[in-house]
C-alpha cells in the first residue's frame, strides 16, 4: 500500500517516513499462544503421551570412535539414559531411552551442554557448542481511550515496535525488542522475570506515539517478561539430530517465532525420528551442522 492508500484504509496512523506498507488480506493474523499450547498439550495427553516434570541433571552415553573421510578422528556418542531430579525432591529418576529431544527453550544450550555437544577443540565439529542461550523479553498491556477501533491489524512498524488490539475495550498489546546494533549492555539481566517499565517509556513509546498519534496518551495497566531461546547465531531455528551425539534431536532456537512453527517443526522431528529424513518439508537448512559450516540462515524484517 502506498502512504495515501495506508491513511484511506487506517486514517489514525502517521505516515511520515512510510514509502510502502504491507497488508496482509487473508492467511494471517494474531492468535492466542496460551491456548494453543495447552491445546496441543491435552491433545497429546489424550493420546496417552506421559509429562514429567523436572531437571535434567545428566546423560549417561556410550562412545565409538571413527575416521571421516578426511581423516580426521571424532567420537559418535548415543545417550542411553537421562537422569532427572524431580520437583521437591533431592533424587533423580533415571529414565532409559531410546532417542532423546531436545526441545528445552531457552536452556537447550545448557542440556546439549551436558550431553557433551562443544566440548571438543575449538574449530572442530566437537567443539561446536549449541548456540542458544535466555534473552528476556516484555510485553506491555496499555489503555488508551481514543485508540484505534476494532479494524486494527496487527501493527508492525520499522522501528520494530509493535502492537495489536487486546479484547474490545481500547487495550493494547505490545513492544519491541532491543536492537542488534545497541550494544550488549542494553540486553536485559535474564537472572529474573522482573519487568523493566522504563523500557517502555524510553524504547517503546516514542516508536508508538509517532506512528499512531493517539498513543501519546496512554496508561499502561499491565506487563510481564518471559524468555526468547534466542539463537545467537542467526536468530532461526534449530531442527533435527545432532551429527555426533546420534539420537539427540534438536527442536530449539527459535528466537521468539517458534510457536508459530511448531506444528510444522513437531511434524519434522517426527519424520526424522521416524524415516530418518524430512519428507514434508526440506528442513536441511536448519540443521545443527550450519554452525559448524558457518552458514547463516537469516531472515530479515522479524519481531
Known amino acids: 500500500m502506498s502512504p495515501e492508500q495506508l491513511r484511506n484504509k487506517f486514517p ?7 514509502a ?6 487473508e492467511d494471517e493474523g494474531w492468535f492466542d499462544p ?11 495427553q489424550s ?13 549417561i552415553s556410550s562412545s565409538n570412535r571413527m575416521e571421516t573421510a578426511s581423516g580426521e578422528e571424532v567420537t559418535l556418542k548415543r545417550i542411553h539414559e537421562v537422569h532427572v531430579k524431580m520437583d521437591r525432591s533431592l533424587e533423580y529418576q533415571p529414565v532409559e531411552c531410546a532417542i532423546v529431544i531436545n526441545a528445552a527453550g531457552a536452556w537447550s544450550g545448557q542440556i546439549a ?9 575449538p574449530g572442530t565439529l566437537q567443539g561446536t557448542k549449541l548456540p542458544v542461550e535466555p534473552r528476556k523479553r516484555y510485553v506491555y498491556l496499555w489503555h488508551c481511550p481514543q485508540g484505534p477501533g476494532l479494524e486494527t491489524p496487527f501493527v508492525i512498524d520499522s522501528s520494530g515496535a509493535y502492537f495489536r488490539r487486546e479484547g474490545l475495550g481500547n487495550n493494547y498489546l505490545g513492544s519491541c525488542s532491543p536492537t542488534e546494533l545497541s550494544p550488549q549492555e542494553e540486553e536485559p539481566d535474564p537472572g529474573n522475570l522482573e519487568v523493566d517499565h522504563g523500557f517502555f517509556q524510553d524504547k517503546v513509546w516514542p516508536h508508538l506515539a509517532q506512528r499512531v498519534p493517539a498513543f501519546e496518551t496512554l496508561k499502561v495497566r499491565s506487563a510481564w517478561a518471559g524468555y526468547y531461546d534466542y539463537n545467537t547465531f542467526d536468530q532461526n531455528g534449530v531442527v533435527g539430530p545432532h551429527p555426533l ?3 539427540m534431536y534438536f527442536a530449539t532456537g527459535f528466537s521468539g517465532h517458534g510457536l508459530q512453527q511448531a506444528p510444522a517443526v513437531g511434524r519434522a522431528v517426527a519424520e526424522m525420528v521416524l524415516e ?23 531472515e530479515h524484517n522479524i519481531i
Open 20 to 25: 510502502l506498507a504491507s497488508y496482509g488480506l
Open 34 to 44: 496460551w491456548c494453543l499450547l495447552q491445546g496441543l498439550r491435552r491433545k497429546v
Open 12 to 18: 489514525w496512523i502517521n505516515t511520515e517516513g512510510v
Open 113 to 121: 551442554e551436558l550431553a557433551g555437544i562443544g566440548k571438543g577443540p
Open 276 to 298: 530418518g529424513s524430512f519428507q514434508t518439508i526440506d528442513l536441511n537448512p536448519f540443521l545443527f551442522s550450519r554452525f559448524y559450516l558457518g552458514e547463516k540462515v537469516q
Open 47 to 59: 493420546m496417552g503421551v506421559l509429562f514429567c516434570h523436572g531437571e535434567v541433571t545428566r546423560f
Open 245 to 247: 551425539v546420534v539420537n
